[in-house]
């Protein structure tokens, strides 16, 4: 008796944490599919007009290929400042401040800076 109680609460904790997996998983597909939405469209970031981007087709070549970006800048928050305003790294960058001019707005740079990170 005891121990089919045991077992019944071991195989709850068990789902429980299964569950939350599919979940953190989910979410993080869903962060995925929204940081490319904002770098893809072109009434977003619309990065792919000078930049190549993984899994982006059509880009333009004006800026570098977004890639190894966790090597070229120190932190996230440096990266996040860049993608605000560029213009303070680079005077005369073609690059549009996307945050300063609210084109983007912070956490949806957060979200691009996140998945960027990564590629
Ligand atoms: C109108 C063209 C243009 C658009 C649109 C643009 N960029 Fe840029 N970007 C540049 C240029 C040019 C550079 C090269 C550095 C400079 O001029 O400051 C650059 C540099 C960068 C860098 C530094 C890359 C490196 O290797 O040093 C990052 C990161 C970046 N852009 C992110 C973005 C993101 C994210 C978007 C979309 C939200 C975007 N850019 C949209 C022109 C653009």
């Excluded at 953190?24 to 930049?51: I, M, P, Q, V, Y």
Aim: aromatic letters at 10%; proline letters at 3%; one cysteine or more.
């Amino acid at each position: 008796m005891f121990l089919q109680y045991r077992l019944s609460v071991l195989l709850l904790v068990s789902c429980i944490f299964l569950a939350a997996c599919i979940g953190s998983k989910k979410l993080l597909e869903r962060e995925k599919t929204d940081s490319k939405t904002l770098l893809f469209s072109r009434n977003k970031g619309n990065c792919l007009a000078c930049h190549v981007i993984e899994d982006g087709e059509l880009a333009g070549n004006i800026g570098p290929e977004l890639k190894n970006l966790s090597q070229k800048f120190d932190t996230k928050t440096q990266l996040r400042d860049f993608i605000w305003n560029a213009s303070v790294f680079n005077p005369k960058t073609a690059m549009p401040p996307f945050g300063k001019n609210k084109i983007l707005t912070m956490e949806e740079i957060d979200l691009i800076v996140n998945y960027l990170w990564k590629l």
